[in-house]
């Protein structure tokens, strides 16, 4: 089955930014973007906010904005909206599922907006099924060509099929080396790799290095397209953990970065 790539959308210049890469991602992957338009708004200072109508008339003119920019970009891209009045987390986390995966926005460089409030974009990474892309405002071609390379983390937990799958296919995609970042025990990192005759036309570097893994990662990002990092699934309990190295990464590479579900 092939699934739509999703997107959550609530008018601010970050969403309009994570549409955009979206749908991009949407078309490498030959499938439909699905845009999650939540109705639900945030507390803010009733004294100076406009009405509820005002302010959902302004989220719907930004969401005409960004389908008009999608078919002027990617006339070819099948664009279907879903308005939903569920609770953020919930809507999100239900878009999740059903997808190739869930993109979201962000100012980046440790300023969340939007999605990426704390309340909602961490519960929403924690507890997704499906691996959840952030993107750090508007686009900007990485590397001195515009196409750096996918990088992807491993760490000191296994097993690393789902985060390496997903690497592996977005280089595929974008025609794109693979740089694999790996910490810990070297030779389990290795016996880790998958068959790698499944992507024949992926150029794949590996580098061990010494040190903070998350530091590494931000600096192997810096040219990158897209950065690659996992988390433990299926976490006990309801507090939200994403682990330090994910969170890190999320607060401080300026590319987009995948969180994928693993073990």
């Given at each position: 089955m092939v699934r739509p790539v999703s997107v959550g959308f609530d008018g601010s210049a970050e969403s309009l930014a994570a549409a955009a890469w979206a749908g991009r991602e949407a078309v490498l992957r030959g499938t439909s973007l699905h845009i999650v338009h939540?109705?639900?708004?945030?507390?803010?200072n009733l004294q100076f906010s406009p009405g509820a109508s005002a302010q959902r008339e302004w989220a719907e003119s930004r969401l005409d904005v960004a389908r008009e920019e999608l078919a002027v970009t990617r006339p070819e891209l099948v664009v279907e909206v879903d308005r939903v009045s569920d609770p953020p987390v919930k809507a999100l986390v239900d878009a999740a599922r059903?997808?190739?995966?869930l993109v979201l926005g962000s100012r980046g460089l440790g300023v969340l907006?939007?999605?990426l409030l704390g309340s909602v974009s961490l519960p929403v990474i924690a507890r997704a099924s499906r691996p959840v892309v952030v993107v750090h405002g508007p686009e900007e071609p990485s590397g001195p060509?515009?196409?750096?390379?996918?990088v992807v983390g491993l760490g000191h937990d296994g097993p690393y099929g789902p985060l390496l799958d997903f690497a592996f296919a977005?280089?595929?995609v974008r025609g794109a080396d693979l740089h694999i970042?790996?910490?810990g025990d070297a030779g389990a990192a290795a016996e880790a790799l998958p068959d790698r005759s499944g992507w024949p036309s992926v150029e794949v570097h590996e580098w061990l290095p010494a040190g903070p893994a998350a530091q590494h990662l931000v600096e192997a990002a810096g040219e990158a397209c897209l950065l690659v990092v996992g988390r433990r699934g299926h976490r006990p309990g309801p507090a939200v953990r994403i682990g330090p190295v994910a969170h890190a990464v999320l607060h401080h590479a300026r590319c987009p970065v995948a969180v994928v579900p693993h073990g």
């Open positions: 939540a109705l639900e708004w945030r507390a803010s059903e997808s190739e995966f907006q939007g999605f060509s515009g196409a750096g390379p996918v977005a280089a595929a970042v790996r910490a």
